[in-house]
């Protein structure tokens, strides 16, 4: 199991685009696949941005996209566990689409931290205005060259 830092679950401050104050815990979740770690989902009710806390802090997102668990910046489908990681990544893909139509009416996405687009491609598919921000350099470059 991959495991960067256990951050406490605290409250963000404001939102991270309008900088209102009142923001809204929407949902609790924890990631299963990867690291294990809790974290929420808030929503901004005067711009309607949904963003997810707590975030990484910069120095640590290397950790996470550069290790062993984390094949998503490869998308090779040679090996078995590369095809496995496909068919659920594909899955859940499906169902982070219908919670969003759950909960919120916009058609608009915008994903920092988009790894290889795999997740803003099949929103555009679904008729959402996509936008993706990768910092990344090996994922960037493979999401541009196979999502434009």
């Not at 893909?93 to 931290?113: E, H, P, V």
Request: aromatic share 12%; glycine share 6%.
């Amino acid at each position: 199991m991959f495991h960067v830092k256990q951050f406490p679950i605290s409250v963000p401050e404001n939102c991270l685009l309008c900088d209102n104050k009142d923001v809204i815990k929407h949902h609790e979740l924890h990631d299963y696949f990867l690291t294990r770690e809790p974290f929420s989902i808030y929503r901004c009710p005067a711009c309607d941005l949904m963003f997810t806390w707590p975030r990484p802090a910069t120095h640590e997102l290397p950790a996470y996209y550069k290790s062993k668990e984390y094949i998503s910046h490869s998308n090779k489908k040679s090996d078995l566990q590369s095809r496995i990681y496909q068919l659920i990544r594909n899955y859940t893909l499906r169902q982070k689409i219908r919670l969003i139509r759950k909960f919120s009416a916009g058609k608009r996405i915008l994903d920092i931290g988009c790894a290889t687009g795999e997740f803003l491609n099949q929103c555009k598919k679904q008729g959402y205005t996509t936008t993706g921000v990768e910092p990344d350099e090996q994922a960037r470059g493979y999401a541009s060259g196979v999502h434009g």
